[in-house]
T-cell receptor, first 115, second 112 residues
Framework: QVQLQESGPGLVKPSETLSLTCTVS????????WSWIRQPPEKGLEWIGY???????DYNPSLKSRVTISVDTSKNQFSLKLSSVTAADTAVYYC?????????WGKGSTVIISS | DVVMTQTPLSLSVTPGQPASISCKSS???????????LYWFLQKPGQSPQILIS???SRFSGVPDKFSGSGSGTDFTLRISRVEAEDVGVYYC?????????FGQGTKVEIK
């Protein structure tokens, strides 16, 4: 059974870069798309972007200038970097398997942007 | 961006009674490949979202048949035939036809 686990700093300073990694266990990262979605406090879901295991990506245009999603097949991991963060980027960040059909989700990683 | 509008935003249901959530998109979700890219997710309290239904009406493996999805074009509905305590949470629709994928605002379902 595939499981996803997000990891990374829970506190990031404004203007710095948020970095999260999603580790895939119980299955291979190959042959799938992998997504990042976030949820600000008390708000709904926002799609950030996805990556295919080959490395091709698509991003939300609202974040595109600041987002990079990468994959490391040797480690069965994919990662999210979000630069120049502000308080508006405070959220729970989820990784998920799939491009549209997101059938497996991580438990989420809370990231607070604060000095 | 495709705007997804859910109604109602909250629903209080007597156990055993049905519930219905509407989701309307600002443009048709029917793709040229013949598929309609509308999904339903449920986020139970304190949990990450879980997929319920894909492509309008296909239940995910293990999702009980009391959940059903219907609709076409821009109008979609999620129905729960008999609401139970385990069904509480926030239900989201999501479109996957045009990037960026977008979600509805969410409908909070509670038990009376």
């Amino acid at each position: 059974q595939v499981q996803l686990q997000e990891s990374g700093p829970g506190l990031v300073k404004p203007s710095e870069t948020l970095s999260l990694t999603c580790t895939v266990s119980g299955g291979s990262i190959s042959s799938y798309y992998w997504s990042w979605i976030r949820q600000p406090p008390e708000k709904g879901l926002e799609w950030i972007g996805y990556i295919y295991y080959t490395g091709s990506t698509d991003y939300n245009p609202s974040l595109k200038s600041r987002v990079t999603i990468s994959v490391d097949t040797s480690k069965n991991q994919f990662s999210l970097k979000l630069s120049s963060v502000t308080a508006a980027d405070t959220a729970v960040y989820y990784c998920a398997r799939g491009r549209r059909y997101m059938d497996v989700w991580g438990k989420g990683s809370t990231v607070i942007i604060s000095s | 961006d495709v705007v997804m509008t859910q109604t109602p935003l909250s629903l209080s249901v007597t156990p055993g009674q049905p519930a219905s959530i509407s989701c309307k998109s600002s443009q048709s979700l029917l793709h040229s490949d013949g598929k309609t890219y509308l999904y339903w997710f449920l986020q139970k309290p304190g949990q990450s979202p879980q997929i319920l239904i894909s492509e309008v009406s296909s239940r995910f493996s293990g999702v009980p048949d009391k959940f059903s999805g219907s609709g076409s074009g821009t109008d979609f509905t999620l129905r729960i035939s008999r609401v139970e305590a385990e069904d509480v949470g926030v239900y989201y629709c999501m479109q996957g036809i045009n990037l960026p994928w977008t979600f509805g605002q969410g409908t909070k379902v509670e038990i009376k």
